[in-house]
């Protein structure tokens, strides 16, 4: 008490020296108060006050908004919160509302903002609060299997604790709650039979797969159906490592390697194999080829152009195919990225997060979370990376990725290239 600073006041029960500034002073106005405490964090583009003229509500708004159907309502007598206004002041509550409200041109989702402040704060102080939500028209939608309630459980029954609700001493709090038959559990409302699995003292979720040892020998999966975990004996594959990444313990691919298709006509596949194309023709560069169980397809593709001369040819459009969406990077729109036919704002993920798309400095990236990243400048550079589960599964100019060099000129269809084949519509390889 009395030791604290900052816009939050000192805590010494006075509210008169509230705007003390950083140097102890009082402060004569709020601009100066709050420039006093500025931390700086170079953010050049800040400002203290309104920049420009301070917009300010006048005497018909406030009237408007002062009435029952907007902010009014919070110290209506027979409104829905009369109970609380002995228990809490409604003045500063409807202050504050108006203002938002007239400021913001009678935004409805600021007044609902407001109205539930001052109803949340009621029922934590025990004051009873009738419904409020259909006469200031602030609907609340509540996600599948539950319902609105404007005086519900503090406690709700959770996968955890079905029995909550019993005991709860704690006032009422306006919530959805979970419909008759199912319980809160870790993705909302489930049914009460449908809440996954106790394992060694562990709540697991139902579908959850888990690895039960630190050295990824069993797998287990929590039965959403009988709610009791399985185990099977499924140890990481040759090219993957038990271990921990991002948190989660499970087989990871024990190192990823890059194909490089860089400045004028050069590339470097996944095994180092250094060659120079000239190809102005769409090529696969990178993709899946052989399928195998577990992995996901993907497909990278380039296209290049020939800039003045045509002893040089530069990456000029990337394709990225995979989970059944298309990415496209093109040199005649740089810095845009297209997905499905639709240009998008990076960042963006989809699938769940499986897929993230992403602009840093001057490049574009495409990243999964099986580890593939394709990173392009949209002018010289174009980077694929894999990582090592997809060793020997690989094809396309960027090669298979068995580790071995001598068999990168593999064509399509698996027969080696000589050193000067031709590749369909195009020119030739000349290998360094
Ligand atoms: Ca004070
Ligand atoms: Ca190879």
């Known amino acids: 008490m009395g030791k604290l600073c900052g816009l939050c006041g000192n805590d010494n029960g006075e509210q008169n020296d509230d705007l003390q500034m950083m140097d102890g002073t009082q402060a004569s106005d709020v601009v100066s108060f709050g420039r006093s405490w500025v931390v700086p964090d170079g953010d050049s583009k800040c400002w203290h006050d309104c920049n420009g003229e301070c917009k300010s509500c006048d005497e018909r708004s406030v009237a408007k908004y002062s009435g029952d159907i907007y902010c009014g309502l919070l110290v209506k ?9 002995v228990v809490i002041n409604p003045k500063g509550f409807v202050d504050g509302c108006i203002y938002d409200v007239c400021l913001n041109g009678g935004l409805q ?8 402040t001052y109803a ?4 934590a102080a025990g004051a009873r609060v009738y419904s409020w939500r259909e006469q200031s028209r602030c609907p ?6 539950s319902h609105y309630e404007s005086c519900g459980s503090a406690c709700p029954a959770t996968c955890l604790n079905p029995q909550a609700g019993e005991k709860c001493k704690r006032p009422c709090i306006e919530s959805c709650q979970c419909n008759e038959g199912f319980v809160l559990g ?5 049914p009460t039979k449908g809440c996954g699995c106790m394992y060694k003292g562990l709540f697991y979720p139902p579908g959850l797969k888990l690895w039960v040892d630190d050295k990824c020998q069993q797998s287990c999966i929590c039965d959403p159906v009988t709610g009791s975990v399985t185990c099977r004996d499924t140890p990481c594959k040759p090219t993957e490592a038990c271990q921990v990444l991002n948190g989660v313990r499970g087989c990871w691919p024990k190192s990823k390697a890059s194909c490089i298709r860089g400045g004028g006509s050069h590339y470097m596949s996944f095994d180092g194999f250094k ?3 000239q190809g102005t023709c769409m090529y696969l560069l990178a993709g899946l080829c052989e399928q195998k169980k577990g992995m996901e397809p993907f497909q990278v593709e380039l296209q290049n152009e020939h800039r003045g001369s045509t002893v040089l040819a530069y990456p000029w459009l990337v394709r990225v195919t995979v989970y059944n969406h298309v990415i496209v990077m093109s040199r005649d729109n740089a810095g845009k990225i297209m997905v499905d036919g639709l240009w998008v704002n990076p960042p963006l993920t989809l699938d769940g997060n499986h897929l993230s798309i992403i602009k840093t ?3 574009g990236i495409v990243q999964t979370s099986f580890g593939l990243k394709v990173t392009f400048d949209w002018s010289h550079w174009v980077v694929v990376t894999v990582p090592s589960t997809y060793q020997g599964a690989l094809c396309g100019l960027c090669g298979n990725y068995n580790l071995q060099t001598s068999d990168d000129l593999k ?8 050193g000067t084949a031709v590749i369909p519509g195009c020119t030739i390889w000349r290998k360094l």
């Open 186 to 190: 870790a993705q909302g409302c489930v």
């Open 109 to 116: 989702s600021l007044l609902c903002q407001a109205l539930k």
């Open 361 to 363: 400095g001057f490049n």
């Open 120 to 123: 949340d704060a009621c029922q």
């Open 77 to 85: 007598k027979d409104g829905p919160f009369r109970e609380c206004h």
């Open 411 to 418: 064509m399509k269809g698996g027969s080696p290239a000589s």
């Open 140 to 145: 609340r939608v509540c996600p599948p299997n």
């Open 275 to 277: 060659f120079d194309f």
